[in-house]
């Protein structure tokens, strides 16, 4: 069956450190997405691409990055690890530009100490 | 830009009772999707019901139906016969349709369903 795997699941970090987040897809989608989800705010947009090469800023893009490379990849880059950047991050697909089915990771709880 | 706003942080319902969920939207669009997700202990984001912005008729799924009042901008989630199962956070979303695939989120709502 097609999925969505974030890794890792649980993650702790230094202040200053450079970490990567990986979401891989198989459902073959052209639309990724990263969020993070923070007490009474919900999930915010942080990157997002439409393709290949493709990749755009968010609500709440400063402090990471993204590259899209292939289809099926999305890794999330914070360059600088902050402690404001501690919450749990999804990332999620949808097919196409008029598909409203969005499809979730299962999350990856980052601690930055 | 849209907002979604949650207003009930916490609500709690008696298993087998009917509880209704609030969700408010801001947005000077008219081509757009309304969701809820629910998000259980497992962390895993789960689509619960949608609803199509031009459809004037009230989306339902089994125990869970909304309330859509457009000019309110008002989209609310009703659970009947309340199970244990249902105890989890619920997020209320809102996709632009066009403006890409990406949602903005309500800050959620934690629902306590009781024995």
């Known amino acids: 069956d097609a999925e969505i795997t974030q890794s890792p699941r649980h993650k702790i970090t230094e202040t200053g450190r450079q970490v990567t987040l990986a979401c891989h897809q198989t459902?073959?989608?052209?639309?990724m997405f990263w969020y993070r989800q923070d007490l009474g705010h919900g999930l915010r947009l942080i990157h997002y691409?439409?393709?290949?090469?493709?990749?755009n800023k968010g609500e709440v893009s400063d402090g990471y990055s993204v590259s899209r490379s292939n289809t099926e990849d999305l890794p999330l880059t914070l360059e600088s690890a902050a402690s404001s950047q501690t919450s749990v991050y999804f990332c999620?697909?949808?097919?196409?530009?008029?598909?409203?089915?969005?499809?979730f990771g299962q999350g990856t709880r980052l601690t930055v100490v | 830009a849209q907002t979604v706003t949650q207003s009930q942080p916490e609500m709690s319902v008696q298993e087998a009772e009917t509880v209704t969920l609030s969700c408010t939207y801001d947005?000077?669009?008219?081509?757009?999707?309304l969701f809820w997700y629910k998000q259980p202990p497992s962390r895993q984001m789960i689509l619960v019901i949608r609803?199509?912005?031009?459809?004037?008729q009230n989306a339902t799924e089994n125990r869970f139906s909304v309330n859509f009042q457009k000019a309110a901008k008002s989209f609310s989630l009703k659970i009947s016969d309340s199970q244990l199962g249902d105890t989890a956070m619920y997020f209320c979303?809102?996709?632009?349709?066009?403006?890409?695939?990406?949602?903005?989120f309500g800050g959620g709502t934690r629902l306590m369903v009781k024995p």
């Open positions: 691409s439409y393709g290949v090469q493709d990749t």
């Open positions: 947005t000077s669009e008219n081509n757009y999707y």
């Open positions: 999620a697909s949808s097919e196409s530009p008029g598909s409203t089915e969005a499809f």
């Open positions: 609803q199509e912005a031009y459809k004037q």
């Open positions: 979303a809102f996709m632009d349709n066009n403006a890409g695939n990406m949602l903005t």
């Open positions: 459902w073959n989608h052209n639309n």
